[in-house]
């Protein structure tokens, strides 16, 4: 659990790996656990990394089903195992929640892969230019609108739409609403 909090792989990660090489070790020379668990929890391992890559849930739900049954296989009492399980999730549950809580811990395992910044107004990033100035404008219809079409205000083309209704080429239009990219005329009589 606390691996998930740490930039690189230290000094919490290697005892893990080494307490699972000993179970594994240890089961394997007592005899109670054999090549199958063997390859059953490093195909685990691999269905949960390959999680990372492949849409829905399905490898790593097989992925942690197969490590789990490979640690059932590995030992002598199934219900000595199953409460070993239970006891090392419920640690690291309530590791998991004090390093959030108390000490206000970041996971730093998936700042690569999800992004945390974004692009706000605010700090200048717009989709496209917004046009509020036009607010207001009487300008020509250089095509016909039904209901988009071309206008010209001051020598500048400007796509728009009109309320809905057709105005006829070289009609005068005045530009009465903007909504980002959309600008909305209606004609002028």
């Known amino acids: 659990m606390l691996e998930l909090f740490s930039t690189k792989f230290g000094i919490a990660g290697f005892i893990g790996v080494l307490a699972l090489i000993l179970f594994f070790y240890g089961h394997f020379q007592a005899g109670l656990a054999g090549y199958g668990t063997l390859f059953l929890f490093v195909g685990g391992i691999i269905l949960i990394f390959l999680e990372f890559f492949l849409p829905g849930a399905v490898a790593g739900t097989l992925g942690v089903a ?3 049954l490979s640690l059932f296989l590995a030992g002598e009492d199934a219900l000595q195992i199953g409460v070993s399980i239970f006891i090392a999730i419920l640690i690291s549950i309530v590791v998991f929640f004090m390093m959030v809580k108390m000490f206000g811990k970041k996971l730093v395992l998936f700042n ?3 992004l945390s910044e974004s692009a706000r107004k605010e700090d200048g990033y717009v989709s496209n230019i917004n046009r509020t100035d ?5 300008g020509t219809a250089l095509t016909v609108l039904r209901p988009a079409g071309t206008i010209i205000i001051q020598n500048e083309r400007i796509d728009v739409v009109s309320e809905g209704s057709f ?3 070289n009609a005068k239009v005045k530009v009465i609403k903007v909504e980002g990219a959309r600008i909305v005329v209606r004609e002028v009589n």
């Open 134 to 138: 036009l607010l207001g404008k009487v």
């Open 66 to 68: 197969a490590l789990i």
């Open 167 to 169: 105005i006829e080429q």
């Open 112 to 114: 690569k892969m999800v």
